[in-house]
């Protein structure tokens, strides 16, 4: 056998618009959906390191301690991770830099960068800006808490926390599983013009009416919750929620511990993978436990918690609240580089 000899490509997100290598949409569901069936078949496999940073060593640098009240309400989530996994393909491994102090300098919050690896040599392919990778394949996990969870006869409406890229991502989502069954998507972020901006940028490209609100009443009529922030805190309280609402949480420490001991208690409880969210454990549905001093990875199967990467068992529902958490599985990254590669290799001839 004889094994080929890459040679590392930098891409650019500029070439990948210009020769509209950028996947769709439908071809991001299609990697990811391709993803999940390795994943549960055990040919996928992945993991996960996260170095966190101490945020009072960041506000104690004299050209930020100012600034340091106006976070109150919000986690930096100063962090360096890398996410690295393989398929019967490719190998990957992104790298995360995060810091929502970023922002206020005009960048994003976090940058990811995507190194792309032959699977047999383990030698590199592709180098990608894996920021907007990394976003599309974290909406598509709305499109699948949608299909497999909410169940109405008539159109529902969505309330969704945030306004950055992976709030747009849902959307665009949504848009594309979801047109004939949501009529209306709520936009709530803690600062309210960056809830109007985002509805007015994504409106074009979507048939869903956005509605950008300034606080929780709309909740109580919405079949799906989604949250994507950096908040400290809870972003809402339990009796706000439609009792039999589904949530999906894809940021931070965002849910109040009552909803969460209900959904125990009378629903289902779901993690994409336990032992990720739980080693990763700056969700609430980790914390949760951790603050016990227990840990999810242990205690979740013996409480019924489902999770996404199992072959089978997960899709069971009952009635009552489901609460999903998601950290973002590093093996959806690679599918969608992939993909991606797939598709720029293509375009190049």
């Known amino acids: 056998m004889t094994l080929h000899n890459p040679v590392l490509s930098v891409v650019s997100s500029e070439e990948l618009r210009r020769l509209d290598a950028v996947l769709t949409v439908s071809e991001t569901h299609d990697a990811v959906d391709d993803a999940w069936r390795d994943i549960r078949s055990g040919s996928a496999i992945g993991g996960k390191a996260v170095l966190s940073l101490c945020e009072d060593d960041f506000w104690a640098m004299p050209e930020f301690e100012a600034e340091r009240e ?4 919000e986690r930096l989530g100063w962090k360096l991770s890398s996410l690295y996994s393989v398929n019967p393909r490719f190998g990957g491994v992104k790298i995360i830099g995060a810091n929502a102090f970023n922002r206020r300098r ?24 894996g920021t907007a990778l990394s976003a599309a394949r974290t909406g598509t996990y709305a499109s699948l808490v949608l299909e497999t969870f909410v169940e109405t006869p008539m159109k529902i409406s969505v309330f969704l926390v945030g306004a950055g890229p992976v709030a747009r991502s849902v959307i665009d989502c949504l848009s594309f599983t979801g047109s004939k069954r949501i009529e209306r998507i709520f936009i709530r972020s803690r600062f ?7 509805a007015d940028a994504a409106a074009s490209s979507t048939p869903i ?10 909740l109580a009529d919405c079949a799906l919750v989604i949250t994507a922030t950096n908040s400290r805190d809870p972003v809402f309280d339990d009796h706000e929620l439609a009792r039999d609402a589904a949530t999906l949480h894809l940021g931070g420490d965002e849910i109040p511990e009552a909803y969460l001991k209900r959904a125990l208690r009378t629903g289902v409880v ?24 227990l840990s999810l990875e242990t205690a979740g199967p013996l409480l019924g918690i489902g999770e996404l990467s199992a072959p089978a068992g997960w899709q069971d529902s009952r009635p009552g609240p489901v609460c999903v958490t998601c950290v973002g599985l590093p093996m959806l990254d690679l599918y969608v580089a992939e993909a991606t590669w797939e598709k720029l290799v293509k375009a190049r001839g």
């Open 192 to 198: 309210p013009e960056n809830a109007t901006r985002l």
């Open 70 to 73: 106006s976070f109150a309400s």
């Open 270 to 293: 779901i993690c994409d993978d336990l032992k990720t969210v739980s080693r990763r454990n700056s969700q609430s549905v980790s914390l949760y436990f951790s603050r016990r001093g």
């Open 106 to 129: 005009g960048l994003p919050r976090s940058t990811s960068t995507y190194l792309l690896l032959d699977k047999m040599t383990l030698r590199p392919l592709a180098i990608f800006d």
């Open 209 to 218: 009416a956005l509605v950008p609100v300034e606080d929780n009443a709309a």
